[in-house]
């Protein structure tokens, strides 16, 4: 589903969703506005299939990232629920 020819933007996008959205720098909201991610996803059809996939890759990428404990028990969760709540296809 992601931009094959703007990886580097999509990851950008969520990096700096993440550091706005754990309490760092607003860059995020500077260049993008209000997240509005359900419509932001909109777009692209999210399943349940589809939100566990992201949620295995992003699992192996928590693990390959080595955070802190700490950070990560605040991350996995957050994670969970949002990409819950992005399903927009199904049921
Ligand atoms: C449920 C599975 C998910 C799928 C399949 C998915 C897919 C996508 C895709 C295809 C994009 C467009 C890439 C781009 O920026 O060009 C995107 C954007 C984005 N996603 Fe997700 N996503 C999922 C869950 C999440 C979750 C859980 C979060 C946050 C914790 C998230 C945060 C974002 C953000 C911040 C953007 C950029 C929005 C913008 O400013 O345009 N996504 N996602």
Excluded at 10 to 33: C, K, M, N, S, W
Excluded at 49 to 60: F, G, P, S
């Amino acid at each position: 589903m992601y931009p094959a020819d703007d990886l580097e933007g999509a990851e950008e996008r969520l990096r700096d969703f993440l550091v706005f959205r754990f309490g760092g720098p607003t860059r995020y909201i500077e260049q993008r506005g209000h997240p509005r991610l359900r419509m932001r996803h909109a777009p692209f059809a999210i399943d349940q299939a589809a939100r566990d996939r992201w949620i295995e890759l992003m699992t192996a990428a928590l693990d390959e990232s080595a955070l802190p404990a700490a950070a990560r028990a605040a991350l996995e969760p957050f994670f969970a629920q949002v990409a819950t709540f992005m399903i927009n296809r199904g049921e």
